[in-house]
């Protein structure tokens, strides 16, 4: 597997990582604990050293879920998790509100218990709150760097301007967003700021939640009471017979080079910058292998350049997220 740097942090990680979120449910259910672990074993054996989990996801769950994964293999991974909404550390609900930033030691000392590490190598702030000043944040977690909980601090789905805010107080290793073919806001200004500030970009849903693995069709349904993608404009039947024009020439491609759709979406991802590094999350462990093969195909500079234009020209039909889900995001 081939390796990254996160900009100019000095944290280097795998070319593809993991994202763990859908393995402690999400879209579809939750899938069997024990199978999981092994898929996060078989992909740290594939070469993969960058697991990306947060509270939230379960909420809890999904960190203990990576935690029990990696004991024993700590010292060859580098865990990534994030902090934003108050759980209750009994009932493991979430309260309805964001953390204040005295409340973060807080919930660092459960993630580090879940994850049964003393460290975190990559903290993120995984929602930005407009009530309370990102200063106030980044300070927080510039104490836990200091007091040697958090190695590394980052923001998830930040504007360009709140990005330059946070790393005046505490320097940001990465940044983790949205990005693929079929959702490319933070090409309005946020891969700027990273690149101007030495920062990593950690795009996740980098396959456009399965749809640009092609294996979701306009007749594709998704159960209401456990997957996501249910509640998403962009996945309406009506939405998918509109948006599967972004696949026929993405299949060309990957048919030319004798690979798969997953291939190519990544391997454009990667082609991108040198300090991107996509977080595709899977459940079975012949995706995590189909994912890591595409940092071994190398786009020409045509090829990149007729699918960003590809992607320009396609209008993606429906939001990528419910209204309320949207509000909370690039702020």
Excluded at 19 to 35: F, L, N, V, W
Excluded at 128 to 135: A, K, L, T
Aim: net charge negative; hydrophobic share 40%.
């Amino acid at each position: 597997m081939r390796t990254r740097e996160l900009g100019t942090s000095g944290l280097r990680v795998s070319a593809v990582g993991l994202g763990c979120m859908t393995m402690s449910g999400g879209y579809g259910g939750a899938p069997d604990r024990d199978e999981m672990i092994s898929v996060i074993r078989g992909a740290v054996d594939r070469g993969v050293t960058l697991f990306d989990t947060a509270e939230i996801y379960g909420p809890h769950a999904n960190e203990d879920l990576v935690g029990e994964a990696l004991a024993g293999l700590r010292d060859g991974v580098v865990i990534a998790t994030k902090f934003a909404q108050s759980i209750d550390p009994v009932t493991h609900q979430a309260q309805g509100r964001m953390l204040l930033p005295e409340e973060i030691g807080r919930a660092v000392e459960g993630s580090l218990t879940r994850l049964r590490t003393d460290v975190i190598d990559l903290y993120y702030q995984h929602r930005v709150n407009p009530d309370v000043p990102i200063e106030e944040y980044a300070g927080a977690v510039r104490a836990l760097i200091d007091a040697g909980k958090v190695k590394h601090f980052g923001l998830s789905e930040a504007s360009a301007a709140t990005i330059r805010r946070a790393h005046a107080v505490q320097p940001l290793t990465a940044i983790q967003s949205e990005y693929s073919l079929w959702w490319r806001r933070p090409d309005d200004g946020v891969l700027a700021a990273c690149e101007e500030l030495g920062i990593g970009f950690v795009p996740f849903s980098p396959l456009g939640k399965g749809f640009l693995t092609g294996t979701i069709d306009p007749t594709a349904t998704f159960q209401k009471d456990n997957d996501l993608r249910a509640q998403i404009p962009r996945f309406t039947p009506e939405a998918l017979a509109h948006n599967v024009t972004l696949l026929e020439d993405i299949r060309t491609l990957a048919a030319a080079k004798n690979a798969t759709p997953a291939h190519i979406a990544l391997a454009w991802l990667l082609a991108r910058k040198p300090w991107i590094v996509p977080i595709p999350g899977t459940t079975k462990l012949h995706r995590v292998e189909e994912n890591i093969a595409a940092a071994d195909i190398d786009l020409t500079t045509a090829e990149v350049d007729a699918l960003t234009a590809l992607s320009s020209k396609v209008e993606i039909e429906g939001g990528r997220y419910p209204g309320f889900l949207e509000a909370q995001t690039g702020l």
